[in-house]
């Protein structure tokens, strides 16, 4: 079992923000809204809210779903798992997407540390206790202490 490396898990994320973006902009077409709206002066808007949300069903909904995985990751052949090789649940799903906000927060160094971790673990997957590997979705019966 090979685990996902930093790049990989990059161009799955490009892959992923393509599709949100243009389902975003749909949203916003289909509901009369101007896709770039520089008169904008609230902080925190309708449209805002409704990414946050997009943006939690994609990931949480993918992620925990039998797919095991985004497009994006699934795309490049890689699948979220726990420390067991196990499907995970919507709950740890949901913590991890939450630990992703926190990664980003701290100048992405969350994210980075997926270069430096030794089963290439960002802090969101350490959060989480979660990995990305590259498989197929259903893929148990591994025995993780194999790598440490």
């Known amino acids: 079992m090979d685990y996902a490396g930093f790049w990989i898990r990059v161009l799955a994320y490009l892959i992923d923000a393509v599709i949100l973006i243009v389902v975003g902009m749909l949203l916003a077409v289909l509901s009369g809204g101007a896709i770039i709206d520089i ?29 095991q995985a985004t497009p994006g990751k699934k795309a490049l052949g890689l699948i979220v798992t726990d420390m067991q090789g196990q499907r995970i649940s ?22 980075i540390m997926v270069a430096f971790t030794e089963k290439k673990q960002g802090l969101h997957d350490l959060l989480a206790s979660t990995l990305v590997v590259k498989g197929q979705p259903g893929m148990v019966g591994y025995d993780p202490s194999v790598f440490e």
């Open 39 to 67: 008169e904008a002066q609230e902080t925190f808007g309708i449209t805002d809210f409704l990414s946050l949300i997009i943006g939690l069903a994609y990931f949480i909904g993918f992620e925990a779903s039998e797919m």
């Open 90 to 111: 919507y709950a740890r799903a949901a913590g991890r997407y939450f630990g992703k906000i926190l990664s980003g927060l701290i100048l992405l160094i969350g994210y």
